[in-house]
T-cell receptor
């Protein structure tokens, strides 16, 4: 079974500050890990993904995430927040052997950016 | 290239009625997924179709069903609607052999 825990339902930062959204996973097989962003009244947009290889993954809009197997974590970071980053962020996990329909999402973290 | 498209954008139904939601995957994608995003419950996997066959379903009652057509588009049917079925229904697609799922904008279903 797979599960995802996102620490903090809401994270507030100032514009220009570091963004850190935390994600820990549980998986019985080597995981594939994803971060999606959802802007108000919109669907989910893929930010970045980790499958195999380099553990530091760069995505769109200046975001990156690092897969740390020993910590079972896949935290999302951005060096400098922008007002347009305000949205809800979802971490998700799936397994390469059990099919991608087993994409399991965390409950989401709402990122609030203040001027 | 067009993304995943869903219709209708909004749908209001009365309890007990049936709702039908439609999805067109990205061109070339053969797998279609349906997810429910209900307030307070997060994103829940509903159904997965690939090459016209239902491959997996989540923990939802049988009144949630669907199908995939030869052109890989899909529809989700919800029978005997209940108030708690009110949610955003997201469709997604992927290449069968690829591991990235792309989502549509969703269809809002309100049951009154």
């Amino acid at each position: 079974a797979q599960s995802v825990t996102q620490l903090g339902s809401h994270v507030s930062v100032s514009e220009g500050a570091l963004v850190l959204l935390r994600c820990n996973y549980s998986s019985s097989v080597p995981p594939y890990l994803f971060w999606y962003v959802q802007y108000p009244n919109q669907g989910l947009q893929l930010l970045l993904k980790y499958t195999t290889g380099a553990t530091l993954v760069k995505g769109i809009n200046g975001f990156e995430a690092e897969f740390k197997k020993s910590e079972t974590s896949f935290h999302l970071t951005k060096p400098s927040a922008h007002m347009s980053d305000a949205a809800e962020y979802f971490c998700a996990v799936s397994g390469p052997y059990t099919g991608y329909s087993t994409l399991t999402f965390g409950k989401g973290t709402m990122l609030l950016v203040s001027p | 290239e067009a993304g995943v498209t869903q219709s209708p954008t909004h749908l209001i139904k009365t309890r007990g009625q049936q709702a039908t939601l439609r999805c067109s995957p990205i061109s070339g994608h053969t797998s279609v997924y349906w997810y429910q995003q209900a307030l307070g419950l997060g994103l829940q996997f509903l159904l997965w179709y690939d090459e016209g066959e239902e491959r997996n379903r989540g923990n939802f009652p049988p009144r949630f069903s669907g199908r995939q057509f030869p052109n890989y588009s899909s529809e989700l049917n919800v029978n005997a609607l209940e108030l708690e079925d009110s949610a955003l229904y997201l469709c997604a697609s992927s290449l069968s052999e690829e591991n990235t799922i792309y989502f549509g904008e969703g269809s809002w279903l309100t049951v009154v």
